[in-house]
T-cell receptor, first 116, second 113 residues
Framework: DVKVTQSSRYLVKRTGEKVFLECVQD?????MFWYRQDPGLGLRLIYF???????EKGDIPEGYSVSREKKERFSLILESASTNQTSMYLC???????????????FGSGTRLTVV | DAKTTQPPSMDCAEGRAANLPCNHS???????VYWYRQIHSQGPQYIIH???NNETNEMASLIITEDRKSSTLILPHATLRDTAVYYC??????????????FGQGTILTVHP
């Protein structure tokens, strides 16, 4: 019962290409997140969204943008892919806001992007 | 959110209990302790979370000290499939954090036959 789906498991793109990474969740979660994971650096938050059409920068937003037109879908966009964006990209969603208990994240399986 | 400190690696024999420690000495009153794990090549998986009291679910138990400055995740009967990186995270449930979690380096748990 897959709940967070990332469109591609592996992706190879050329430097300078515009790249779209798609993430869909079927749990009606308010919050969605994009992380990247690199050896020795752990998971780093790129962008997150707490509602449709809303977005917030994470710790490393440079070189990325996002789109959330529908509640269930959160897209990560690499405007002009560069080799230093080669990484594992992980999407997650969660419910809850503010003073409520934030329940656990649900992660997708990840997209391993290679920029050549 | 408070910082956490975990040992970089631990070993455990299959069938034995795995006890993973986490220090969070600067934790404040409204901050929860979360545990996740990441098995190789997969996304992180939620395990358990707690505020003050000890918690147990089908995966693990979470023991939080009375002063809340440290906690221990217990896998009661570790199996080879429990080999993973385990992350301890502390965060506030209040404010406008929108459920954002900050992952540290975690503990690499290796379960041996």
């Amino acid at each position: 019962d897959v709940k967070v789906t990332q469109s591609s498991r592996y992706l190879v793109k050329r430097t300078g290409e515009k790249v779209f990474l798609e993430c869909v969740q079927d749990m009606d979660h308010e919050n969605m997140f994009w992380y990247r994971q690199d050896p020795g650096l752990g998971l780093r938050l790129i962008y997150f969204s707490y509602d449709v059409k809303m977005k917030e920068k994470g710790d490393i937003p440079e070189g990325y943008s996002v789109s959330r037109e529908k509640k269930e879908r959160f897209s990560l966009i690499l405007e002009s892919a560069s080799t230093n964006q080669t990484s594992m990209y992980l999407c997650a969603s969660s419910s809850g806001y503010g003073t409520g208990v934030i329940n656990g994240y649900t992660f997708g399986s990840g997209t391993r992007l290679t920029v050549v | 959110d408070a910082k956490t400190t975990q040992p970089p690696s631990m070993d455990c024999a299959e069938g034995r209990a795995a006890n993973l420690p986490c220090n969070h000495s600067t934790i404040s009153g409204n901050e929860y302790v979360y545990w996740y794990r990441q098995i190789h090549s997969q996304g992180p998986q939620y395990i358990i979370h707690g505020l003050k009291n000890n918690e147990t679910n089908e995966m693990a138990s979470l023991i939080i000290t009375e002063d809340r400055k440290s906690s221990t995740l217990i896998l009661p009967h570790a199996t080879l499939r429990d080999t993973a990186v385990y992350y301890c995270i502390v965060r506030s449930a209040g404010g406008t954090s929108y459920g954002k979690l900050t992952f540290g380096q975690g503990t690499i748990l290796t379960v041996h036959p």
